[in-house]
């Protein structure tokens, strides 16, 4: 069982994160906090030291969220080749999965933290090494079992794929249109059956 505090907490954090998300830190103001939860500034400075922390942890929900989905998403195959062609089998239906989280977190905090240069840049970030340093995993181990080409510089793709996505994503929801992420999965998988995998 949860504390009440930490019940409390958790409430916070769950109402907000849409906010934050599609507000961004700085256009999310204290009346925007208290009005959705219904709680005084007391009460919401009672569960966290200031805003910042709010937003941290708010960021925090929403890209847990994302990634656990992502990562039930890979369990359906225990190939590391397979596992790469599931991250963007689910990235193709990635927009409306975000919108319900109020767009992407990544994107949005990222771009929104880059222009305050506040702690949450560097939580940003640390999600973005984290997800690439996990596809550079898979694709070091499917060198090791050979699934994938020896020659393959892992990090260079990692950092490629990723890139790729976060543009696509960009594209899809600046442009409304979907099709923008249906492609770019397409041509990656693509690139990855050429280029990466091993036909040998």
């Known amino acids: 069982m949860l504390s009440k505090s930490k ?73 590391p080749l397979q596992k790469l062609f599931l991250i963007t089998d689910f990235y193709r239906n990635y927009y409306d999965f975000s919108r319900k989280l109020g767009g992407c977190p990544i994107l949005n905090i990222g771009v929104d933290a880059n222009n305050q240069d506040t702690a949450l840049l560097t939580e940003v970030r640390n999600v973005i090494n984290k997800t690439q340093h996990h596809i550079a995993k898979l694709v070091d181990w499917g060198k090791e079992i050979g699934e994938i080409k020896q020659s393959i510089d892992s990090q260079k793709f990692a950092k490629q794929l990723y890139s790729r996505i976060q543009g696509a994503i960009f594209m899809t929801y600046t442009m409304d249109n979907t099709s923008y992420l249906q492609q770019t999965m397409e041509e990656l998988n693509a690139y990855i059956k050429s280029e990466i995998e091993n036909n040998h």
């Open 7 to 79: 019940l409390t907490s958790k409430y916070i954090i769950e109402t907000v994160a849409p906010i934050f998300n599609k507000k961004g830190y700085a256009a999310t103001s204290m009346s925007d906090i208290t009005n959705a939860t219904n709680l005084t500034k007391g009460a919401i400075y009672g569960n966290f030291e200031n805003k910042e922390a709010l937003a941290i942890a708010a960021f925090h929900k929403n890209v847990n969220d994302l990634l656990k989905k992502v990562a039930l998403h890979q369990e359906q195959s225990k190939s």
